[in-house]
């Protein structure tokens, strides 16, 4: 092989670099990560959580819709972006959490009381996150309504329990069942894909979280801590935000 081949033999393939590259940015990076709440924003609402201009935003924002890692949407004269897919979200989250965690700035107590909540219970796109998340996926591992005999998957008994609680599964969809996210506060695993988007569904549909203002944070409800003590045997305690 000469020379040119052996060039040509490193460089084939997946460039994962532009991917890097795309996220190496501090400002689009921050998009992808507000993104992560599920919803459509605008260029401009980004732009102002941002605190850059609404130029510089458009820019950044075309980037990551070539880069695959944003779709975009337009309703009349309005145009949204949001994340492309549960994929993006499940590869900002794990991303995250193996960042380093920044030098605090000062914080007022509004703004460490929302950080404290997001930690304790969120979506991560439209699955469980925080602590949980993480507790939950726990105690379905230990229940064996989840096993990571060949990675993480869903048993008979889960598939069961879920049907049981009136849970449907969408199938034929190519998104995976089953998938783990590492969590980016916990840095452990939560339960993600199409049976974790399910569950996280039927959790607001039930009444048992309740979103926290406009923020990717959830609390759970009196309900929520009744039915989650009963049907996972997670505590009060734990479920409970201090």
Known sequence: MDHMDMQRAHTAG?????????????????????????????????????????????????????????????????????????????????LAAMAPERAPAPRSLSASGRRHALAHARTCYDHLAGTVGVAITDAMLQRGLLDLGHGLGLTGAGATWLEDLGITVPTGTRRPSVRSCLDWTERRPHLAGAVGAALCCHAFDTGWITSVGTTRAVAVTPLGRQALRRQLGLSDALLSRK
């Open 14 to 94: 997946p460039d994962l670099a532009a991917v890097a590259k795309l996220l190496a940015d501090g400002t689009r990076a921050g998009f992808c990560l507000a993104l992560l709440d599920g919803r459509a924003w605008t260029a401009t609402e980004l732009a102002r959580h941002m605190g850059v201009a609404p130029s510089t935003a458009t820019e950044h924002l075309h980037a990551l819709v070539r880069g695959n890692l944003l779709a975009e949407e337009r309703q009349g004269r309005h145009r949204y972006v949001r994340l492309a897919g549960p994929h993006v979200a499940e590869l900002v989250e794990s």
